[in-house]
Nanobody, 128 residues
Framework: EVQLVESGGGLVQAGGSLRLSCAASVFNLDDYDIGWFRQAPGKEREGVSCISSRAGSLDYADSVKGRFTISIDDARNTVYLQMNSLKPEDTARYYC?????????????????????WGQGAQVTVSS
């Protein structure tokens, strides 16, 4: 229903920065909660950040607070995840996801599979 395409992943040294982009094929991003998730090999999927324009909320996992920033560009139908001070433990495949349910961001940490639409992911590798 909602097509999501991630970009901006790559290889970076510890302490470096990357910006991930999530382009969405929707008429109005404000009708959706948009989340960023990540999954490392052998580990469960975890929520990283979530934005809800309708609720006026920004949420982050404790592990990325102060380092990552989520933002939205309504004109471009794009959500960004700015990642600074990257650590090797940030290495994972990063996915963006969208859900029309108001309050999806409220549960994005506890229920990482709740979101209805998912992108194909972008690999982020932090070396050190």
């Amino acid at each position: 229903e909602v097509q999501l395409v991630e970009s901006g992943g790559g290889l970076v040294q510890a302490g470096g920065s990357l910006r991930l982009s999530c382009a969405a094929s929707v008429f109005n991003l404000d009708d959706y909660d948009i989340g960023w998730f990540r999954q490392a090999p052998g580990k469960e999927r975890e929520g990283v950040s979530c934005i809800s324009s309708r609720a006026g909320s920004l949420d982050y996992a404790d592990s990325v607070k102060g380092r990552f920033t989520i933002s939205i560009d309504d004109a471009r139908n794009t959500v960004y995840l700015q990642m600074n001070s990257l650590k090797p433990e940030d290495t994972a495949r990063y996915y963006c996801a969208a859900d029309p349910t108001l309050g999806a961001c409220v549960v994005f940490l506890k229920a990482p599979t709740f979101f209805a639409s998912w992108g194909q992911g972008a690999q982020v590798t932090v070396s050190s």
